[in-house]
């Protein structure tokens, strides 16, 4: 059984394991609440690149999870991170929503509407994108720009079902210059588990990894030597393990059994 006291930190994806859309999955309020009495470091860590942190923390907030602006990580503020590490003189074309941009003027980023002057192309869910954004996008990569993907999320379930997510826009824009994408910022990748980890000051066996989908939550724990919980509330399903070999040390039905799973 997982017992409380065996790690330091617990990182929680967002959409598909604390909540779809503006409902609060099961369990969810009674474990943050149980893990901050036992003085638990937690972390949100989401492949969003709609939302900004602070949007992240608003939403929680409204479902009635208390949580610090530090506590929080998303693809759009993790893709304004990488930038200022890696590319900070980059001119970058950005196809998705307004929470990259915002993040990247927090960070004093530079950013192009001239497909054609840009030396990266950083694409985000975009859910008004249109054949026109993959043309400019397609001759922007062409003209020699680096394509690089927030996160590597097809899809993203919402109450209705699922969403075409980033990955899909990244593809078509891929396909069409017949480029492939140079880096993907968001989980699974070690980019973002080194800033996990950096965030909470532990080592990696002390902290597990919780979500719900095998190819990004559950790759993101083995790719950083973390030990991973998948809950079956989301994207992945049990039969899904063995078909994507990927495989979570523990397995919950949703966060109320976190605590009792065998």
Do not use: W
Not at 77 to 100: C, H, N, R, T, W
Not at 109 to 137: C, I, Q
Not at 184 to 207: A, D
Not at 234 to 256: C, H, V
């Amino acid at each position: 059984m997982l017992h409380i006291d065996d790690f330091d930190a617990y990182c929680f994806d967002l959409d598909g394991t604390i909540y779809i859309g503006n409902k609060l999955l099961p369990g969810v309020k009674e474990t943050i609440d149980r893990l901050r009495r036992h003085n638990k470091k937690i972390l949100f860590i989401t492949n969003t690149s709609t939302q900004t942190r602070e949007e992240c923390r608003e939403r929680l907030h409204h479902l009635g999870i208390q949580a610090k602006l530090d506590e929080i990580m998303t693809a759009s503020y993790l893709s304004a991170v990488y930038f200022l590490e890696k590319s900070p003189d980059a001119l970058v074309y950005i196809v998705g929503e307004k929470a990259i941009s915002e993040e990247f003027h927090k960070f004093s980023l530079k950013m192009t509407d001239n497909p054609m002057d840009a030396t990266h192309v950083l694409v985000g869910l975009d859910r008004s994108f249109t054949y026109e954004k993959l043309n400019l996008a397609m001759n922007a990569v062409r003209n020699g720009a680096k394509l690089i993907a927030a996160n590597p999320d097809s899809l993203c379930p919402v109450p209705e079902g699922y969403i075409s997510d980033t990955l899909a826009i990244a593809k078509a824009i891929e396909a069409a210059s017949g480029r492939p994408i140079d880096q993907v910022i968001g989980k699974p990748s070690s980019f973002y588990g080194k800033k996990i980890l950096e965030k909470l000051n532990i080592n990696s066996n002390r902290c597990l990894i919780i979500g719900d989908r095998l190819e990004t939550d559950i790759l993101l724990g083995k790719t950083n030597n973390c030990r991973t919980c998948l809950v079956l509330t989301g994207a992945s399903r049990k039969e899904d393990i063995e078909k994507n070999k990927i495989y979570p040390n523990y397995i919950a039905q949703n966060l109320q059994y976190l605590f009792f799973m065998k």
